[in-house]
């Protein structure tokens, strides 16, 4: 017999569930967390003309985003309103060139160079978070830690610490995140929704663009990321303000609204489970190896329970057989992190905050494909480490540092470009 006649097709749920999900107005996470439960790792349904693979089984997602890249390729990233020709939404040629441009900037060589800029965002936050012991203000975790983030990333952007009016303009990015998801189809109506804010973060960077060509000297920390693609410009061609823009925004976006939306979801679950943050600092004294693997481990079971990227879309551009399964050009595939990292098959008792899966051998699966909170494969995100990196610098600031004590904390998430807390997270510190 041959081979292609033994294949399967993907198993489809059953269209009047999906029916009976679109007239409950239900979220589209419900319906994947539906299609994998009843289905398995790759399952198949329809919402238009065109079927939706949805992939969540760890040797298919391997196949999909690390092992054919090529045939499962990104079509339009949804903040592409936003972030234009940014790394993230850019295929092809023009996708490896500007990978290649940045991607020095984020090895193990070239993260020293941005680690002192973190440690002064961390103990600039952390000197805001003494002030708020002290007075007892109410203050929301969530804000605190886009502070901290936006002002880390601007720092390893520009050079210069985030200033108070360039921090208010910003203001805008993560009004219009929030907003893309509920914007209409069409482009241009989508972008007049939003047009005041764009006009914001467009001035931003056109500011900080002009500030880099006309520096007469190094800022105090040394040149930045954005340095570097205004170097490019010189050789590159491709490099226009306008590019230089995207890029930057994409920066903006990638380093600092999944970094603040994990610590936020960290501050939640430290607050239902305070024996982890004892644990951490158990584990070592200040500094040392076995406090910072802790501290690690807190931020890696968040990445779990709420990774950055809990969606990754595709389009087959080719046939291909996947896990025994055919799936047509034209298929639109759907990597799904979050159900996987749930998945129970995977994970012992996977609803549960336990950061010891990342300290104890054997606790978690060793499947490249099981955990991917940034990704796999060539589009991997870039900035992982830098990431990793800054969240456990402000833990180390904060984890001994006085408690946040939940007025108001928000009880569900939101599911847009990241998986956000639903609300606002006000705290005392006590």
Known sequence: ???????????????????????????????????????????????????????????????????????????????????????????????????????????????????????????????????????????????????????????????????????????????????????????????????DDLARIDAVASRAIAAVRDEDTVPPDGPGLLHVLVEAAGTLPAYSDRLIRDELVTLLVAGHETTATTLTWLHLLLDQDPGARERALAAGAEGSPERRQAVQALVHETLRLYPPAWMLPRSAAEDDVLAGHRIEAGTDVLVCPYLTHRDPGLWEDPERFDPGRFTTPGRRPGHPGSYLPFGIGPRACLGLQFALRESTVLLDHLLSAPVPRFISAPTEATYGITVRPDGPALATLG
């Open 1 to 195: 017999m041959d081979k292609t006649a033994r294949l399967g097709t993907v198993p489809e749920l059953d269209p009047t569930l999906v029916r009976r999900w679109q007239d409950d107005g239900g979220e589209l996470v419900d319906l994947l967390a539906m299609a994998r439960e009843r289905l398995g790792g790759i399952a198949l349904f329809r919402l238009g003309p065109r079927p939706t693979v949805l992939v969540t089984a760890p040797e298919a997602v391997q196949h999909v985003l690390a092992l054919r890249p090529d045939r499962y390729v990104k079509r339009s990233h949804r903040a592409r309103l936003l972030i234009g020709d940014g790394v993230l939404a850019a295929t092809g040629e023009d996708w490896q060139r500007q990978r290649k441009v940045l991607q020095a900037q984020f090895t193990g060589r070239g993260m020293r160079r941005y680690e002192q800029r973190i440690d002064e965002a961390a103990r600039t936050a952390a000197a805001r978070w003494v002030a708020y012991a002290r007075t007892g203000e109410v203050f929301d975790v969530g804000e605190e830690m886009r502070r901290f983030a936006l002002d880390t990333i601007w720092r390893a952007l520009t050079g210069h610490p985030l200033d108070p009016l360039t921090e208010r303009e910003l203001d805008a990015v993560p009004t219009v995140v929030a907003a893309l998801p509920s914007l209409p189809s069409d482009g241009a109506a989508a972008r007049g929704v939003v047009a």
